[in-house]
């Protein structure tokens, strides 16, 4: 009898090896999965950072000089009457961008912009400081004397080419 329980005594003790071996197989396989997560994700970010660095160089191939502008300034006041100005200049053909060609003036255009200019004067009248006010007015006079001044021109062309 007592081999039989020495017998029984043997057997649980190799049931908890075997059990132990299987918790530390198990933990193994955990372990062993998940380095190959991780393996897998720092892969799938490998080729994320690839992907990136092509878009990026293809941006800048296609972007060229405009990707490399500064910081945009704050908006107020200021910023949009640089804005609608610059617009008017550009559509005047007094604002060129660089490496286009030189481009014929689109008079309807830039009298949009200055009306769009006189709207804002008009509708900001009494709101401005004096400063703001200054400018406002000074642009919409500069605006106005080169639209006359390129208006004219358009028409002296005009009328020496025989179309007008």
Do not use: C
């Not at 081999?3 to 132990?20: F, I, P, R, S, T």
């Amino acid at each position: 009898m007592l081999d039989l329980k020495v017998g029984v005594k043997k057997m649980a003790e190799e049931k908890k090896d075997d059990e132990k071996k299987i918790i530390v197989d198990e933990d193994w396989k955990h372990q062993a999965e998940k380095e190959k997560e991780v393996l897998a994700a720092q892969e799938e970010a490998g080729k994320e950072k690839e992907i990136l660095a092509a878009q990026e160089e293809a941006g800048k191939e296609k972007a060229g000089p405009q990707k490399r502008r500064g910081p945009l300034p704050k908006g107020d006041f200021a910023g949009l009457l640089s804005m609608l100005t610059t617009q008017a200049l550009y559509s005047l053909g007094l604002v060129q961008i660089e490496g286009q060609e030189q481009r014929a003036p689109d008079l309807s255009l830039a009298k949009y912009n200055i009306e769009m200019l006189e709207t804002l004067e008009e509708k900001t009248k009494g709101n401005l400081s004096e400063t703001e006010q200054r400018v406002l007015a000074n642009s919409l006079s500069e605006l106005r004397m080169a639209f006359v001044k390129i208006s004219e021109a358009n028409q002296a062309q005009n009328d020496l080419s025989g179309t007008g």
